[in-house]
Each structure stands twice: as structure tokens, then as C-alpha cells.
């Protein structure tokens, strides 16, 4: 659909509620007119509000859980949907702005979760064994992701499920979609507890306001 067709239709549509009943009228009757004349319904013009955008995650189609857990913090919090497309980035579906504030927060917030990964394993687990560190640092990334909710969420308003967000994506993926495989961290054995803790008290200090290039000002927390 043309995008600048669809604004002019929408542009239309929002005069035809004017106060003004002969401006709501024409608005309403040039609203109609472009509708039939390109063949469009008022579920079109709702979907056309429906957008994406992409965010950058690790390059694998087998992503740790930790990983998973921050894509899906940002998806609640925001109010969208994820895939994960053929490039395998994380596309996120949602309307107006929610795409757009989805992507900033997962990319903010994916690089900050890896560098403080590092720096967890440096000072807590460089005596651990490779894969005891691995799942050590891996418990305290899920709790940092899963404690970075509230960060997210003061980004956007409050919205409510939109099942145009389903239809928009069963017309752009049809069945192409399957569920993803993750890796979990085992939580068995000692020491994890700590890791949770640390990985939560982590994820609550976040500053989401240190952005991504010029999106930071336009974004940043209050």
C-alpha cells in the first residue's frame, strides 16, 4: 500500500471527527472516496498502522536463555510482538511508535547485559571452570534481564493487546513461523543463588537513558 495514500486517508478520517459537522462530512465522504477508488477497507487502514523494526542480536538460531529473556522483557514492557526474521535479527511488530521504542531499549540494553556479563565473569568467576562459568554467568543475565522491566516500560504509556498485531503478522509470515530453541542455564549446584542475586541488583541500576546515537535524547528516561 502507498504510504503517503494511506496518511492522507487516515488525515481524513481523524478531520472527520471535527466539531465542524460539514468539515467532518467532507473530511468523512474524501475519506470514502479514496477508499473505493484504491480498493481499500477499514481493516487495511487499521493494519497500515501496524509497523516493525529490527534490532540486532546474537547471530544464532539456537540464542541463549538469558538473551531470550531480555528480547522478551522488552516485548512485554512495550507492548509488541517478536520474531525472529530470516537474517536473524529480532523484529518487532507493534503499533505507532512501539516498534521503533522496542528496538532502541533491546539494542540499548543487549550491549549493556554483554559488557556486564563480562565484567561479572572477570571479578566473581574467573576461577570457574569454562562451561561452570558459562552457566554462572549465564543465571546472573537472566536475572539481570528479567529486573530491567520497569526500566523499559517507563519508555511507553500504557497499551493494551492488539489483535491486529496477530493479523499483521499472520499476513507477513503465514506459516512460516517456528518456535525457537533456547539455551537454558542449569541453576544445579552451588553458588547460583548468589548469581541471581547480583544479576538482579545489576539489571535494577540500568540507565537506559545511554542510547544508541541519536536516539538517546529522544528516548532517554525523565
Given at each position: ?68 529473556a ?21 523484529l518487532?511488530?507493534g ?101 541471581y ?26
Open positions: 500500500m502507498n504510504d503517503l495514500l494511506l496518511a492522507k486517508i487516515r488525515k481524513c478520517l481523524a478531520l472527520a471527527k471535527s466539531s465542524n459537522e460539514h468539515e467532518a462530512a467532507a473530511a468523512l465522504a474524501k475519506a470514502r472516496a479514496l477508499m473505493d477508488e484504491h480498493g481499500l477497507s477499514m481493516d487495511d487502514i487499521a493494519l497500515s498502522e501496524i509497523g516493525e523494526a529490527k534490532a540486532k542480536g546474537t547471530a544464532t538460531q539456537r540464542p541463549p536463555l538469558w538473551e531470550t531480555l528480547c522478551m522483557t522488552v516485548r512485554h514492557a512495550v507492548g509488541c510482538k517478536v520474531v525472529i526474521d530470516a537474517d536473524l535479527h529480532r518487532y511488530i503499533p505507532g511508535p512501539a516498534p521503533e521504542i522496542a528496538s532502541y531499549a533491546f539494542t540499548v540494553l543487549f550491549r549493556q547485559l554483554k559488557a556486564a556479563r563480562q565484567e561479572y565473569i572477570r571479578e566473581h568467576l574467573k576461577r570457574c571452570r569454562p562451561g561452570r562459568k558459562r552457566q554462572r554467568a549465564d543465571v546472573f543475565c537472566e536475572a539481570w534481564a528479567s529486573a530491567v522491566y520497569s526500566k523499559v516500560k517507563a519508555l511507553m504509556p500504557a497499551v493494551g493487546a492488539n489483535a491486529l498485531v496477530d493479523q499483521y503478522i499472520a499476513q507477513r509470515f503465514g506459516g512460516q513461523l517456528a518456535t525457537v530453541d533456547i539455551r537454558n542455564a542449569s541453576t544445579k549446584g552451588g553458588r547460583t543463588d548468589n548469581d542475586w547480583r544479576g538482579h541488583a545489576a539489571g535494577r541500576s540500568v540507565d537506559l537513558s545511554q542510547g544508541v546515537g541519536g536516539s538517546a535524547e529522544r528516548l532517554q528516561l525523565a
